[in-house]
């Protein structure tokens, strides 16, 4: 069955330093991926989007990166601060903007 | 700007009760989705819509049904609650293309059924 899995453990970080984020996927062929921000009591906020054929997306201090063959991205959080703190999804989708399916979720708290 | 907008916030139900929840999208996105989150599940799709007037079934759909008779609203009715459907129910949005195909969500509804 198909499955998409972030580590549930929450990433405890300090100030300044990069926290980086894992989302493995199996049995799916996604044609994009994307990263949310989810706040307690928020619904999500779209934070990045990369598509296949690409291997590396950046956003001010977000890099996103997406290895087709490992199953993997990864999402990097570089100088992180303590507004960072949050639960950040990572989400596959097979064609463009239709049934987007979520991993569970890592939550990352930085510590000043 | 509104974005997406879901009503209620709360809600308590007794089991066997029905309601209807319902989001509200002023982006004109063609799609549109029902989520329902709960702890270490993370978001799962219950139902969606491609337009006005079309539904499909999602992962979860078991309990639930939707409808979408105008493009900016989409509801999500429980005709017989259980306290399995004790959750957070989220509706979001988006807009197909090759390009960013973001989804805007709403701030959540959180339903509990005794």
């Known amino acids: 069955s198909q499955k998409i899995e972030q580590n549930s453990e929450a990433l405890n970080i300090q100030e300044g330093k990069t926290a980086t984020l894992t989302c493995n996927y199996t049995n799916y062929s996604p044609a994009y991926l994307q990263w949310y921000r989810q706040d307690p009591g928020r619904g999500p906020v779209f934070l990045l989007l990369i598509r296949e054929n690409e291997k590396e997306k950046r956003k001010e201090r977000l890099k996103v990166t997406f290895d087709t063959t490992l199953k993997q991205s990864l999402f990097h959080i570089t100088a992180s601060q303590p507004a960072d703190s949050a639960t950040y999804l990572c989400?596959?989708?097979?064609?463009?903007?239709?049934?987007?399916?979520f991993g569970g979720g890592t939550r990352v708290l930085v510590k000043p | 700007n509104a974005g997406v907008t879901q009503t209620p916030k709360f809600r308590v139900l007794k089991t066997g009760q029905s309601m209807t929840l319902l989001c509200a999208q002023d982006m004109n996105h063609e799609y549109m989705y029902w989520y329902r989150q709960d702890p270490g599940m993370g978001l799962r799709l219950i139902h969606y819509s491609v337009g006005e007037g079309t539904t499909a079934k999602g992962e979860v759909p078991d309990g639930y049904n939707v409808s979408r008779l105008k493009k900016q609203n989409f509801l999500l009715g429980l005709e017989s609650a259980a306290p399995s459907q004790t959750s957070v129910y989220f509706c979001?949005?988006?807009?197909?293309?090759?390009?960013?195909?973001?989804?805007?969500f709403g701030q959540g509804t959180r339903l509990t059924v005794v």
């Open positions: 979001a949005s988006s807009q197909p293309g090759t390009g960013n195909t973001e989804a805007f």
């Open positions: 989400a596959l989708d097979r064609t463009a903007g239709n049934k987007l399916t």
